[in-house]
């Protein structure tokens, strides 16, 4: 009766005002609503990622978490013993020298795909990947496996795999500038030299590790940590009197990780066959840029 009698009088007297007044209010918090829906979009996106090439940002809530549980471990021994630094300080007149000498010696380094089938002893490769696996990594997690291949049916196999994938790379997926800055290094899918050297090492990364209970290890900055091992790599290799070749085969990483049986945490950062040049090798007569334009000194 009360809305029939004042109410809905009142509406109809005063419509023109009513209308207008509730619009206002629709649309206002229509703007609001708006509003927060965009804060929280940037709020969002300025949340660290997972980074799987670092580790960084990868639960950043959970992390926060479990930071205030006293039950966290660190994944190295938590009283671990630090020891005193050996380290032989050197004359500068050697320092000087040494650093020419090596720098000499990196500087003959080149890139090969003309391999010798010529042996080599087993010794000088393990001492090669003794020497990647002193390269420093995220929290000292060493999150590199070097996979050494010398059995012939087992490059065989690795050849058939990235040969398949190469062809259809070059002729489809790498694009014609891609593929016309490779013409004058005169590479293309053909890959005679995995069947040909001795060795062939696969380098897979460790996204992440397992702690002693079983529970996931964070493998920080592991694609990092693995290609300054890399580098330690191609410097043991030509300090030993070898040559190498580093390739990252597109798109042949699940197949050579399936061929090779390793775990779902490893992914392929690269390939590296190892052995002699042939007798009639050559390399592109390439110029490194000077000092100058890759150093830059504050003094």
């Given at each position: 009766?009360?809305?029939t009698?004042?109410v809905?009088?009142f ?8 209308i207008?007044t ?6 206002f918090k229509?703007?609001?609503?708006q509003?927060?829906?965009r804060?929280?979009?940037k709020k969002?996106?300025e ?10 940002g ?9 930071s ?8 190295l ?6 020891v ?12 000087l020298e ?8 990196m500087n003959k380094?080149?890139?090969l795909?003309?391999y010798?089938?010529k042996?080599?002893s087993k010794?000088?490769i393990d ?8 390269a ?10 070097y ?12 050849r058939?795999i990235i040969?398949n ?15 016309t800055d490779l ?7 053909n890959?005679p ?8 090492v696969?380098?897979f990364k460790?996204t ?7 529970s ?5 900055y592991?694609?990092?940590?693995c290609?300054?091992?890399?580098g330690?790599f ?11 070749l580093t ?5 042949c ?7 090779l049986?390793?775990p779902?945490?490893e ?7 190892v052995?002699?040049?042939?007798e ?6 390439l110029?490194?840029?000077?000092l ?5 000194f504050?003094?």
């Amino acid at each position: 009766m009360v809305f029939t009698k004042i109410v809905l009088p009142f509406i109809l007297e005063n419509y023109l005002l009513i209308i207008p007044t509730l619009l206002t209010i629709f649309i206002f918090k229509l703007r609001n609503k708006q509003n927060h829906s965009r804060k929280e979009e940037k709020k969002s996106a300025e949340k660290p990622k997972i980074d799987h090439a670092t580790g960084v940002g990868e639960n950043a809530d959970s992390d926060k978490e479990e930071s205030d549980d006293d039950s966290i471990k660190p994944a190295l021994e938590e009283d671990l013993p630090h020891v005193p630094f050996q380290f032989e300080q050197l004359d500068e007149a050697t320092m000087l020298e040494k650093s020419k000498l090596f720098y000499q010696e990196m500087n003959k380094r080149r890139t090969l795909r003309f391999y010798s089938t010529k042996p080599v002893s087993k010794e000088i490769i393990d001492n090669i990947i003794r020497t990647a696996g002193t390269a420093p990594s995220g929290a000292h997690t060493e999150p590199w496996t070097y996979v050494v291949v010398s059995n012939q049916d087992v490059k065989r196999e690795i050849r058939d795999i990235i040969e398949n994938e190469e062809y259809i790379n070059y002729t489809q997926r790498m694009g014609d500038r891609w593929t016309t800055d490779l013409k004058p290094i005169k590479t293309d899918w053909n890959k005679p030299y995995l069947t040909e050297a001795p060795y062939l090492v696969l380098l897979f990364k460790q996204t992440y590790g397992h702690m002693p209970d079983g529970s996931k290890k964070v493998h920080y900055y592991n694609e990092i940590s693995c290609c300054i091992s890399a580098g330690l790599f191609l410097a043991a290799v030509q300090q030993a009197g070898l040559v190498t070749l580093t390739s990252t085969p597109l798109n042949c990483g699940p197949a050579l990780r399936s061929l090779l049986n390793r775990p779902e945490n490893e992914k392929l950062l690269m390939l590296l066959p190892v052995g002699y040049p042939t007798e009639d090798a050559t390399v592109p007569q390439l110029v490194r840029k000077p000092l100058n334009q890759f150093a830059v000194f504050y003094e």
